[in-house]
């Protein structure tokens, strides 16, 4: 990856719906040579895909937690993962340090979808107990890739 391809990166983070000419104009290449590029950049998977970000507010989603879960003894990150894939309101998660085994980023329609999400977090086996900090206004989002 060179100075051209991370120039691209860029610029599609800014608008993923930018045209390969209009990006060929800011890096200085043709469309066609930017095209090759972003095929090259998928195929070795630097891209790992195209999506949209829908605002949660007008989606119905704006109600949200950050959750500290707390495990009974050692559980491996893929027991987790395999707990947390299974509740559609978990956003985000990761193992973190401290004393909490990870933190778990949930939205929900409302404060009971996001009751029930937590139910669904907690009654996993290896979740000895959680706890939860509503958000009450986003202050800064950006979009991590």
Do not use: W
């Amino acid at each position: 990856m060179d100075n051209l391809d991370r120039g691209i990166l860029d610029l599609l983070r800014q608008n993923a719906r930018a045209g390969y000419g209009d990006i060929g104009g800011v890096v200085g290449l043709s469309a066609s040579a930017v095209k090759r590029r972003v095929d090259k950049l998928v195929a070795d998977r630097v891209i790992r895909g195209f999506t949209i970000q829908v605002d949660p507010a007008i989606d119905g989603m704006s109600t949200e937690a950050y959750v500290e879960l707390f495990c009974r003894g050692t559980v491996a990150p893929e027991e987790l993962l395999r707990i947390l894939s299974g509740v559609p309101e978990v956003v985000d998660a990761g193992t973190v340090t401290g004393s909490a085994d990870a933190i778990v980023h949930i939205r929900a329609r409302d404060i009971s979808g996001l009751e029930a999400a937590l139910e669904k977090v907690r009654l996993a086996p290896n979740v000895d107990h959680t706890r939860s900090a509503i958000v009450l206004s986003r202050l800064i989002h950006r979009a991590a890739e």
